[in-house]
């Protein structure tokens, strides 16, 4: 065949091999050889590509596709048709969680041609686009921005979407870099779109560095920035004392970011830093002493909780904070005193916080008001609540999973298994497994979130 290539009799051949034989494979390469040999038409390429494709070799399919789809050329319908299905399955190779480089560098090549072109491409097709070239490792922050603006002008009903895929994107590749500078050029392209800005914030702490934190809220954003944040954030300037006192707030809800994602060392850096700023600031406080606490180290989170329910007295997560405290030091009951007032163990604290709405509807908080029933021997008491609790984990189970936080989900079904245990063992009379006190267990056998709960909005 190499020597004196005849078509015709290839073609025969194949004809022979696929409808006589049944040797499809063998037919197929013999339709590639032949298509490759021949002098392409459009049909001919749009077959030599999609066959091309059928054997994973992408960069070739994409070639050819570029080869015989010149910007003057006007298709019909069918070949239209035709052309789309090829590129759709460009696209689907390239966004396959096992996409190799080829794929990706492939769809990306032909889209960008059709792009330069002026083609007119479906939002959903620009859309993907950005998540394939945000795949590509040479693609800039400001090219796949810039990508992601293309789709929301060609979808402004839609426009927000299309601009936050530039974030989605990026974050799914975890190029937290790149996403901080993408999440910058966006927010400050958009200035009336506080929401980019707050993606910023988020982005700042997915680095899970609590130095380039401190950086983004007390250098790096501006004053105007930082009010707009903060009136997104509901952060009063004048409740917290002017600007410095908002760059501290920011910076405090850069740290719960950090502890909501997972990463309790760098927020607890940032809680301290914010703590060097403001001393008295109840919430970082609360959630620095809540981590020392699950992390066993009592006599470090004593103080802080302490400060924490003296500033924010009306908080259920502070109130839970200082009455787990008391339940892990084993003073689950009130003692008293000679003169003065009883002193408050952890079954006053955690009442305090479930009479307020917030506080009745977290499971966690009415779990550990459980505990302290059962530590109590109030066992009726101790079912009502566990039962109250598992009813309130479910609900934020079902939540956590719609918003895709795994490790998140993972905590919570394991609290709901440990609710569903302890409501068993009471039923049969045994020994429920509830938290222990520090004398049982050091280290304690829970990992929470600092401020038992989400982050503010």
Known sequence: LDRAFDPVLAKRRESLLRDVLDRGPEANDLLLLRLQKSQR?????????????????????????ARILPPELQ????????????????ITAALHPDADAGAVRAAEDMLQLFVDQDRVLAPQVLAQRVYIMARRPDRTPRQ???????????????????LADALRALRQQDRRADLVEASTLLSRAHPDND????????????LR???????????????????????????????VGGMGGVRTELLYHTGIELRVAGHAEASRRVYRAVLERDDAHGMAANNLGYDLLESGDLAGAEPLLELAAEREPASPNVLDSIGWLRYRQGRFADTPRVNGPDVPGARTWLLRA????????????????ADTHYRLGELDLAGIRWKQA???VR??????????NAARVAEMARRQQNIAEKLAALDRGAPAPVAPIAEEDPAGDEAEDADGGEPPQ
């Open 209 to 239: 560095d609590a130095d380039a934190a401190v950086a983004f809220a007390l250098e790096q954003l501006s004053d105007a920035e930082a009010l707009r944040l903060a009136k997104y954030r509901r952060i009063d300037p004048e409740a």
């Open 144 to 162: 796949i921005v810039e990508a992601a603006e293309r789709t929301a002008l060609a979808d402004p009903d839609n426009k927000l979407t299309r």
């Open 195 to 206: 929401l980019l800005l707050d993606q910023r914030l988020a982005s700042v702490a997915n």
């Open 41 to 65: 038409g459009l049909e001919a390429g749009l077959d030599l590509a999609k066959l091309l494709l059928t054997r994973e070799r992408h960069e070739e399919a994409a070639a050819e596709l």
């Open 390 to 392: 598992e009813a309130r």
């Open 75 to 90: 298709l019909t319908r069918p070949q239209a048709q035709a052309a789309s299905g090829l590129m759709a399955e460009l």
């Open 354 to 369: 479930v009479e307020r709405p917030e506080g009745a509807a977290n499971g966690v908080l009415l779990d550990h008001l």
């Open 395 to 404: 609900d934020s189970l079902r939540l956590l999973r719609q918003r895709g």
